[in-house]
């Protein structure tokens, strides 16, 4: 015990302290129905249940710091995957905001494109049928506030790149 305790020489040597302790036991074990026989014996067996009880405290200490270093770990991990799948979300977002977007500049392009073909298929009828121009401008203005809007549907997942890059999309 006394060798063991010896190499008990700082708080790093904690598993020299825990084996000490042990050794203490086994020790206090031995001598507990020797007791009555020996002198002395009742002071010796107190201070091994005294050393017993400080490198108890050590061992707990010991397990304690390895619990907390692995919440602390744990922790850690968990914000780190936290953060990355906010990470993803919002970039999730950004894209259906970006596909959105896209969409609606691609609708009103094409309800453009649309008034622009009928104004002009219309300028050019009109004349023909013995419109005047003012009477060609009404028709015009008629015929435009004809079309149907362009209802624009919100997309809640963009497409997939695959998708998107063969064409079928966007």
């Known amino acids: 015990l006394e ?4 190499a008990v020489t700082g708080p790093e040597r904690a598993a020299e302290a825990h084996a000490a302790r042990i050794q ?3 020790l206090r074990y031995l001598l507990e129905p020797l007791a009555v026989l020996l002198p002395g014996a009742d002071v010796t067996l107190r201070r091994l249940k005294v050393l017993q009880d400080l490198l108890g405290g050590i061992q707990d200490l010991v397990v304690l710091g390895a619990t907390v270093d692995s919440a602390v770990e744990q922790a850690a991990v ?6 990355a799948e906010a990470a993803r979300v919002a970039d ?7 596909y959105n977007a896209r969409l609606e ?11 622009a073909k009928r104004e002009a298929a219309v ?3 009109a004349p023909a049928l013995g419109f005047s121009p003012t009477e060609t401008e009404a028709l015009v203005d008629m015929a ?9 549907p919100r997309v809640i997942a963009p497409p997939t790149p695959a998708a998107t890059r063969k064409g079928t999309l966007g």
């Open 3 to 6: 060798r063991a305790l010896e």
């Open 24 to 26: 203490g036991k086994r």
């Open 78 to 83: 968990e914000h780190v995957r936290r953060q």
């Open 92 to 98: 999730e977002q950004r894209r259906i905001a970006q």
């Open 105 to 115: 500049a691609d609708a009103r392009e094409t309800e453009a494109m649309a008034k």
């Open 123 to 125: 300028r050019q009828e």
């Open 144 to 152: 435009v506030a004809k079309l149907p809007t362009v209802e624009v």
